[in-house]
């Protein structure tokens, strides 16, 4: 079984925890703007938001907006750990 940690990268984990903590838990909501991003980044004392998502063409879906799939690892990797924690309290 692949973990997230194996899947993300240790800043990637990090930045998705924050936006989880932000009130973010839908896996198929991905999607952010600018602007957010930089608003967790603040709080968390970046001065911007993560060059691995703004500095990245690739994530654009439309004017001030970025891909961040990595979230839905990081939400999906939640609910398995969940699961599997249900299930194991379950079998003692």
Known sequence: MTTTTQVLRTNQLEFCR???DEGR???HHT???RQFLKAVALKHGMAWAPAW???DK???TSRGIYSV???AIYINSLITTSTANTTTSDAI
């Open 25 to 27: 838990r839908d896996p």
């Open 69 to 71: 799939p990595e979230f």
């Open 31 to 33: 999607n952010f703007s």
């Open 18 to 20: 924050w936006i989880y």
């Open 53 to 55: 998502i703004v500095k």
């Open 58 to 60: 690739t994530r654009i």
